[in-house]
T-cell receptor, first 111, second 113 residues
């Protein structure tokens, strides 16, 4: 079983819509959950990260963790065409000290 | 502050050859991790170097190796290339060993023919 499972999509939304991205995880060790954005032909860019049970908001982006269901989510409000990219969730665990990535979800925001 | 740089950006090699990729971390960052990204397997951790020593490794064969220099720059080597080694190789730098906050470079696109 993979450490992090992510629906690869693709996801297409109109400009201004809320984008909702989800991943599930299996490990219960102390861990951080990261969200990266990757544009075509570029390296992943760290957007934000949360602790095992924390939520975080940064501008139009909100990351949430639901420990009971082992679900992590990223919401993008007022989406823009420039948000079109692949979004990767990742887990960093205190048991192995390395990042394990989901498959990535490709998002297209239509103008 | 300059980001992570990787050279070369693109590389074409023939099966059986070997290749060396280079990564310069963000100034002040002492840890470098390497990842392989393919459409089928996604982003997978190769290994991490800190203070010139490999500190952590993923599940890749011994053909994949690396090293780190005293200035924190790192190189990754793949010997006896196989077609399946075609991928985007990414390095990420972080301040400390085993750090969750990692910043990626643009990657080296390796094509093995």
């Amino acid at each position: 079983q993979k450490e992090v499972e992510q629906d690869p999509g693709p996801l297409s939304v109109p400009e201004g819509a809320i984008v909702s991205l989800n991943c599930t995880y299996s490990n219960s060790a102390f861990q951080y959950f990261m969200w990266y954005r990757q544009y075509s032909r570029k390296g992943p860019e760290l957007l934000m990260y949360t602790y095992s049970s924390g939520n975080k908001e940064d501008g139009r982006f909100t990351a949430q963790v639901d420990k009971s269901s082992k679900y992590i989510s990223l919401f993008i409000r007022d989406s823009q065409p420039s948000d079109s990219a692949t979004y990767l969730c990742a887990r960093w665990g205190s048991n192995d000290y390395k990042l394990s990535f989901g498959a990535g979800t490709t998002v297209t925001v239509r103008a | 502050k300059a980001g992570v740089t990787q050279t070369p950006r693109y590389l074409i090699k023939t099966r059986g050859q070997q290749v060396t990729l280079s990564c310069s971390p963000i100034s002040g960052h002492r840890s470098v991790s390497w990842y392989q990204q393919t459409p089928g397997q996604g982003l997978q951790f190769l290994f991490e170097y800190f203070s010139e020593t490999q500190r952590n490794k993923g599940n890749f064969p011994g053909r994949f190796s690396g090293r780190q220099f005293s200035n924190s720059r790192s190189e990754m080597n793949v010997s006896t290339l196989e077609l399946g080694d075609s991928a985007l190789y990414l390095c990420a730098s972080s301040l400390l060993q085993g750090d969750n906050e990692q910043y990626f470079g643009p990657g080296t696109r390796l094509t093995v023919t």
